[in-house]
């Protein structure tokens, strides 16, 4: 049976251990150095910490090195690695190839999503270099994902939720051009969540203060099941940088999904243990611009959030009536004093208020925001949902069948988890008959079965004895105690960590030459290239940013979002070529309508 990995996203320990405990089946962090969210690193013993919690459920910690490197920084990575195979650490995910090249110990190496992974042949590629795992690209459909599966064997990982990038992952350089800030480093300025004027080639403004690049959030809860069948075995969470209720929120809700989907079929959880939810998941209750499910079937225009990159939250509804203080909801969704609330105003842009109180259909907030009947309202801050993710939201059981039973001499007491993992306790003990036959069996099962402390919950209880016996309970007890720190060392000596895969060192590249989008930034990485049949490289964009470079490599499309798009049979109400303008800067947009792809250039022309 094909495991499926649930992989949630930790921005710190705190965070990964909430993901654990909402059956997640294995948590990436960032490691303390050179991570993709320079913002998201962790200490190496937070590292060590999280992954012996993690392997308790057979789950996994992949620490996320993937940023592109200088010659000067490859020593420390180098060094870095080291400590954390060390500290317990199931795999790498890394995007500089240069990486490959360094002494590394046996740890496996997953190929981040910016090694820009959109072919089969890019990822038999991948494959045959060494690596166990590759990173989807986003941008790519469930057909593309079925071909790349059927032409390789190596493991794939897709995204599932969470924020998304307008151009594909690795390729953008816009934040590096414009302000020195390289995403290939871990410190993206985001430009692609600004407000931008759309220009055609005469100045005449078609779209004024817009947010043309900024994309609605992944959803694929509905194809999960299509994404599994299409050859993806680890669904991937994005949100490295979001909090512990986040995490807890939307790990919760694809843990359920799965479970219902994997029951009965040919595939099996990744991990152990059975996650019990006290709340009700919702993701439309955390952090959200909106959701899409991109390009997974098919093309679609309303992929962006032109109006803010901000959260909106949750659909409410409609207003009603407007009074000064006051307003009606039309619906049946219950708000609740503190909610917090928003609209897009009649400029366009977002606003948000509080609600101050709530009586039956009136709705009274803490300033009244200039409202008028129909504006639609979202719900950005649930109150109530937010107390219930401060309370105890989840708890993940290893299923145990405890067998007791006597031996000539005294008894023995044996646990064996879900996973075939036993341990057991045998002791020498006077048998003492019981004088109440039937409750001392009561008691037997109930004092084994007191397992609240632990990670364990019981499956089966099996007592077999020739005659019932009478035990003092902390002999029970302490019998039990003994039995589950057996089974816990059990359980932590039988883990084994995937090593790394042996490459094949001459396997030729898909490409003879790199230009600045190959990302070489160093010399070893320069020598995995040169070494894998790659006749000349460039260097990466941070070390010598080319003239007329494309910043951004997109397959979202302005024109075709707008209806715009000749081959649907739409026109552009103005001038081509089409130029995006904030803050006096512009940038030319050229369409490969071939490819179906856009793309984002620097243009020398202030305006």
């Known amino acids: 049976m094909r495991k499926i990995e649930l992989l949630a996203p930790a921005k710190n320990i705190e965070c990964g251990l909430a993901a654990i405990n909402h059956g997640a089946d294995a948590v990436y962090i960032g490691a303390p150095q050179f991570s993709a969210r320079a913002a998201a690193g962790v200490s190496v013993s937070d590292i060590e910490q999280l992954s012996h919690y993690a392997h308790r459920f057979r789950a996994k910690v992949l620490v996320a090195l993937n940023t592109v490197l200088t010659d000067a920084q490859l020593l420390e990575a180098e060094r870095l690695i080291r400590q954390i195979y060390n500290a317990g ?31 089969a042949d890019k990822v038999r590629f991948l494959e045959q270099a060494g690596f166990s795992r ?95 069948d299409a050859g993806v075995s680890s669904l991937k969470i ?61 093309r679609k225009p309303d992929i962006i959030q032109p109006d803010t990159p901000k959260s909106l939250g949750e659909p409410v509804g409609h207003t009603a009536t407007c009074g000064t203080r006051s307003f009606t909801l039309s619906g049946n969704i219950e708000l609740n004093n503190g909610d917090g609330l928003c609209f897009i105003n009649r400029q366009g842009s977002l606003e948000g208020f509080r609600v101050n109180k709530v009586d039956g259909k009136e709705i009274f907030p803490l300033e009244m925001p200039k409202l008028w009947p129909g504006a639609a309202l979202f719900r950005n801050q649930d109150s109530e949902f937010e107390k219930q993710l401060q309370q105890k939201t989840a708890e993940r059981n290893i299923r145990i069948d405890i067998d007791f039973s006597e031996t000539p001499d005294g008894f023995i007491l044996q646990l064996t988890d879900e996973d075939g993992i036993t341990a057991s306790i045998r002791t020498v003990y006077e048998k003492q008959l019981a004088k109440q036959p039937e409750r001392a069996i009561e008691n037997i099962h109930n004092q084994l079965a007191k397992l609240g402390n632990t990670i364990y919950v019981a499956r089966h209880i099996n007592i077999q004895l020739s005659s019932p016996c009478f035990f003092p309970n902390s002999t029970l007890n302490e019998w039990r105690r003994q039995a589950i720190d057996a089974l816990e060392k059990n359980r932590e000596r039988s883990y084994r960590r995937p090593e790394r895969h042996a490459g094949n060192g001459t396997v030729a590249f ?60 739409g026109s552009v109400p103005g001038q081509e070529p089409l130029f995006l303008r904030h803050n006096g800067q512009r940038y030319r947009l050229k369409f490969d309508c071939r490819q179906c792809e856009m793309k984002v250039e620097k243009d020398n022309g202030i305006s």
């Open 238 to 298: 994005e949100g490295r940088l979001k909090d512990r209720e986040y995490v807890q929120n939307i790990t919760a809700f694809y843990r359920k999904k799965l479970d219902d989907i994997l029951d009965g079929t040919r595939y099996r959880q990744a991990s152990s243990g059975k996650t019990t939810f006290f709340f009700s998941p919702e993701p439309a209750k955390s952090f959200n611009r909106g959701f899409t499910d991109y390009f997974l079937t098919g």
């Open 89 to 119: 650490a199931d795999a790498l995910i890394v995007q500089d190839m240069g990486i490959t090249q360094l002494d590394l110990p046996p740890i496996a190496l997953h190929a981040s999503t910016q090694t820009d992974n959109r072919t």
């Open 134 to 228: 590759v990173v989807l690209a986003r941008e790519l459909s469930l057909q593309q994902i079925r071909e790349i599966a059927s032409q390789t064997q190596v493991e794939l990982e897709a995204f599932i939720h969470g924020a998304l990038c307008v151009s594909y992952s690795g390729q953008c350089y816009m934040s590096q051009a414009m302000c020195g800030r390289s995403a290939n480093r871990g410190e993206c300025a985001q430009f692609c969540r600004l407000p931008y004027d759309l220009l055609d080639a005469e100045g005449k403004v078609l779209l004024k203060n817009k947010h043309l690049l900024s994309l609605k959030d992944l959803n694929q809860s509905e194809h999960l099941k299509e994404l599994i």
């Open 510 to 569: 898909p490409q003879q030459t790199l230009d600045y989008t190959g990302n070489v930034t160093n010399r070893k990485a320069e020598t995995f290239y040169r070494n894998h049949g790659v006749q000349s490289t460039a260097p990466g964009f941070e070390l010598h940013e080319p003239d007329h470079a494309t910043l951004m490599f997109c397959k979202h499309c302005i024109k075709y979002a707008y209806g715009w798009c000749t081959k649907q049979g």
